[in-house]
């Protein structure tokens, strides 16, 4: 993989790449491992040689070695900006260039073998090989050897843009290769494009530590908003042991420098906390009653004044629930004892609360709030009951509940009707039934009957049917129709 570690100078990069060399020794002894860190001595590293005319090309060391480059930005397959300006071809290269230019000025002091092989090499078309050449025909020659020569430069600057432009293939050949640099900015395209992991490391106040923030891919810049999107961050700390293998400015002591505002701001953090704490024990023990054990140990003998309340006073030094009892009692109130009583419970802000009562409202029946304080079981659980499935048995209490401490031996001995003897069941009284009286068979008869002579009623009315009567001739109708039906 490809990792870029990047921060300011002086934040330790340089020194945690020592470290991930001296793991990886102690991990890889036989692991190959180059860097080019100034002055590093430790066993089992070899240095990289680079300079401006032959850079460092990672592809000349073995496949699976381990490659650590400080200051990543001055190689030029891997800055951003244009380092090869001023790149020139190796003194031999440029000498054979010059010399062929040479050998054209001074044609005409040439053998004719030599004029043969310069003529014919440049492709100078001829019939006779002529003694001599114009100086147009000298100036294009020259201009064809200068042109050979720039194209020459240009694919000897390439092959240097190379080493870069392969950084994506380096996994393919087992390589870890780490950039250090002061600002990923500085570094190409090839190079963040080939990167799976960026560090950044960011050193406060001068302390012998840094945050590490990782991010998967790499950070042009880093503001707050960088700082919150990183996968994770660490604080790490200085190792001093390392400064002895190469040769770094943090080998000298730096004094740190804390702002006052947030010395004062931490210092003010610590007394709060101290003091919160402090209260919040003082507040526990006046819970508990400490006010009220103190309030009852320091108390003596009551005054023979009042004989009930010097026998009252007597026991003050019971535990604070009864001292609270007495000194609820009117006859004890002027007591010194409970008026010491009062007032140490004045001052600490504690109060007398009476045991709540349960208040029922009919009209409000959702709206109860009890706890009950005095819960006594009224049952316990025992073994009633045995299931047997699957050669599985399992014990049941009286209320259907698992019990699940049972033995299996018991569990299936009860199964099988061995029935142990019941200690605690209850006899339920039985209710022998009485034998009704006359009274209550009269009452029972009469409305039966009642109910038997109103179900015929009902269903004769529904039953009913109009029976026409003829009327005989000469029948006189009755006195009280008048009108029209009279006639």
Not at 230 to 241: C, H, N, Q
Not at 304 to 321: E, G, H, I, L
Request: charged share 25%.
């Amino acid at each position: 993989m490809l990792d870029v570690i990047s921060a300011p100078p002086g934040t330790g990069k340089t020194l945690h790449c020592v470290e991930i060399i001296e793991n990886e020794v102690r991990k890889n002894p036989n692991r190959m491992i180059f860097t080019n860190i100034i002055g590093l001595n430790m066993q089992g590293v070899l240095p990289i040689t680079s300079s401006a005319n032959k850079p460092f090309d990672w592809r000349d060391v073995p496949d699976g070695s381990l490659i650590v480059y400080d200051e990543a930005h001055e190689h030029p397959a891997f800055s951003k900006y244009d380092l090869l300006k001023n790149y020139q071809l190796p003194a031999v290269i440029d000498n054979m260039f010059d010399m062929e230019v040479a050998r054209i000025n001074d044609y005409e002091a040439l053998k004719t073998f030599e004029k043969e092989q310069l003529l014919k090499k440049h492709g100078y078309v001829y019939t006779d090989l002529p003694e001599t050449i114009k100086v147009k025909e000298k100036e294009e020659l020259i201009r064809k050897v200068r042109k050979t020569q720039s194209f020459t430069l240009d694919r000897a600057k390439e092959d240097v843009l190379d080493i870069g432009r392969a950084l994506t293939m380096h996994r393919h050949f087992g390589y870890d290769i780490i950039f250090v640099t002061q600002k990923p900015d500085l570094l190409n395209p090839y190079v963040k494009a080939a990167t799976s992991q960026h560090l950044i490391l960011r050193r406060l106040f001068k302390l012998p530590l840094a945050i590490i923030y990782s991010y998967a891919e790499v950070q042009d810049q880093f503001g707050n908003a960088t700082r919150k999107n990183a996968l994770s961050w660490r604080i790490w700390f200085f190792p001093k042991r390392l400064y002895k293998y190469y040769i770094s400015a943090e080998s000298h002591p730096v004094k740190p420098q804390i702002p006052m505002g947030l010395l004062a701001m931490v210092v003010g953090a610590l007394c709060l906390i101290g003091y919160a704490t402090y209260n919040t024990k003082n507040s526990d023990a006046e819970l508990f009653g400490a006010s009220q054990v103190s309030a009852s140990g320091q108390q003596k003998t009551a005054p023979d004044s009042n004989q009930s309340a010097t026998n009252n006073a007597k026991d003050v030094t019971q535990p604070s629930t009864d001292l609270i009892d007495l000194c609820r009692m009117a006859v004890n109130v002027d007591t010194p004892q409970c008026k010491k009583f009062f007032d140490d419970l004045t001052n600490s802000g504690g109060s007398i609360r009476g045991e709540s009562e349960f208040v029922y409202d009919g009209n409000k029946p959702f709206d109860v709030d009890y706890t009950p304080t005095d819960l006594k079981p009224k049952d316990f659980p025992r073994f009633k009951n045995a299931i047997v499935y699957n050669g599985k048995c399992t014990a049941y209490s009286q209320q259907g509940t698992i019990m699940h401490k049972v033995s299996k031996q018991d569990c299936h001995r009860l199964a099988n009707g061995d029935r142990p003897f019941d200690y605690f069941v209850e006899e339920k009284a039985q209710v022998q039934p009485t034998a009704p009286t006359s009274d209550e068979n009269y009452k029972k008869s009469y409305l039966e009957n009642i109910a038997r002579l109103d179900a015929e009623r009902h269903v004769k009315a529904q039953d009913a049917t109009v029976q026409e009567e003829q009327i005989p001739l000469g029948t006189r109708p009755p006195q009280d129709i008048t009108g029209a039906n009279s006639l």
